[in-house]
């Protein structure tokens, strides 16, 4: 049971622009939510959290939204440059429960120059 | 920063044999870490949280027997492939977690080619 999900498998964006990345979640238990960049290969790497008693946490070119009621998190990058072209994951924990993440299946985001 | 490494990066093995893989958490004690894998185009999928000194918690539909999980120090924790057989073939990624309050940081993975 898929209680991350990320609907869109690729996005393509033109350097310059805004990228936005989406992420639902069913699980109402989840208080901290975190994207994570990764390239091929390679593990992945922190990029912003939020926990839930915000609903936007900014960090340079990246800010995270968060809707409570809607379930529904996304993070926007901007200007968006070609190094930002990787697979972003949305994850969520539970506290309390070992902080166990559950990861969304990715976005491939593609910069266009 | 945190750093975490694995080592290998990458493994060709044959069919019966066994693997290990080894993840350091580098400029940090790690209360807990963590095994996830990732298959082509797929989401991580958590295998088994490990805390020092203690049994390892897998996951619904991870084989403890064959996926072996030690954390010995608060820097080291490995995982054995026992008897891999060619659907272990993953990419395999550890992370750790200084304190329940801070994030988990990925080693850099390490893939495994089961032939």
């Known amino acids: 049971d898929q209680q991350v999900k990320q609907n869109s498998p690729s996005l393509s964006v033109q350097e310059g622009r805004i990228s936005i990345l989406n992420c639902d979640y069913t699980?109402?238990?989840?208080?901290?939510f975190l994207w994570y960049k990764k390239y091929p290969a390679e593990g992945p790497t922190f990029l912003i959290s939020i926990s839930s008693i915000k609903d936007k946490n900014e960090d340079g070119r990246f800010t995270v939204f968060l809707n409570k009621s809607a379930k529904h998190l996304s993070l926007h990058i901007v200007p968006s440059q070609p190094g930002d072209s990787a697979v972003y994951f949305c994850?969520?924990?539970?506290?309390?429960?070992?902080?166990?993440?559950?990861f969304g299946t990715g976005t491939s985001l593609t910069v266009i120059p | 920063g945190a750093v975490v490494s694995q080592h290998p990066s990458w493994v060709i093995c044959k069919s019966g044999t066994s693997v290990k893989i080894e993840c350091r958490s580098l400029?940090?004690?790690?209360?807990?870490m963590f095994w996830y894998r990732q298959f082509p185009k797929q989401s991580l999928m958590l295998m088994a949280t490990s805390n020092e000194g203690s049994k390892a918690t897998y996951e619904q539909g991870v084989e403890k027997d064959k996926f072996l999980i030690n954390h010995a120090s608060l820097t080291l924790s490995t995982l054995t492939v026992t008897s891999a057989h060619p659907e272990d073939s993953s990419f395999y990624i550890c992370?750790?977690?200084?304190?329940?309050?801070?994030?988990?940081?990925f080693g850099p993975g390490t893939r495994l080619l089961v032939l």
């Open positions: 699980n109402s238990m989840f208080d901290y």
């Open positions: 994850a969520a924990s539970i506290p309390n429960t070992g902080n166990q993440f559950y």
């Open positions: 992370s750790a977690r200084r304190t329940v309050q801070e994030t988990q940081y």
């Open positions: 400029d940090f004690q790690a209360t807990t």
